[in-house]
């Protein structure tokens, strides 16, 4: 027997065929709208996390910021502190300069030579004295240039013949002279005592009474 199917079969296969379609379609945008979803939370999540990150960078920074300015105060502080030990270490200093200068004078000026006058402005020390011939102001300008720690950088200002005495057989034949001196600290040096002060006098007393 032989079956004959009268029915519009074209028509029923595209209607299928749409139907697959849109379901296929409508499949997709489920699946898009899965993806841009779970898409969506990851990248809400990342921000979530970087902005935590942020936050706590931020906070750290700032703590940081306090810590630098906390140290900045303590340096200005040690900074003050050292100026102040700079300060009383060279009070100290300068307290103990006449004796040192005094003392040092009279190891270096030899026999014969007789200061007259010593003024010392800042680290410079200005010197009058008279002397029994030139070579021994040479040899006090030596002296104070190669053999002190605590006299530098000589320079002879002024010298001269000068008659001394009645005029015959006791006038004497002196050359007064001018100088100048610098003062230097030696390295590591101690502040001297200012106890000494009459042993460094009477010592440049004998060196001129001799």
């Known amino acids: ?37 779970t898409w ?10 970087q902005a935590s990150r942020n936050a706590f960078l931020q906070a750290e920074i700032k703590r940081l910021e306090g810590q630098i300015k906390d140290i900045a105060t303590l340096r200005a502080e040690i900074d003050a502190l050292k100026a102040r030990q700079r300060a009383v270490e060279g009070l100290q200093t300068d307290r103990n300069t006449p004796v040192r200068l005094l003392d040092e004078l009279a190891r270096q000026t030899p026999e014969g030579v007789y200061l007259t006058s010593i003024k010392q402005n800042a680290r410079v020390v200005s010197i009058v004295g008279i002397a029994q011939t030139n070579e021994r102001v040479s040899e006090f300008l030596r002296n104070t240039a190669y053999n002190s720690p605590w006299l530098e950088k000589p320079e002879l200002v002024e010298i001269k013949a000068t008659n001394v005495g009645t005029a015959g057989r006791d006038q004497r034949r002196l050359f007064e002279f001018s100088m100048r001196v610098s003062l230097k600290a030696p390295p590591g040096a101690a502040p001297e005592p200012a106890a000494p002060a009459g042993g460094a006098k009477g010592a440049a007393a004998a060196r001129k009474a001799s």
């Open 40 to 49: 969506t939370f990851v990248l809400q999540q990342l921000r979530d996390a």
């Open 1 to 37: 027997m032989i079956l004959i199917n009268l029915l519009p079969h074209r028509e029923a296969k595209r209607k299928a065929r749409k139907r697959a379609f849109f379901v296929a379609l409508g499949a997709s945008a489920l699946a898009g709208a899965a993806v841009v979803g």
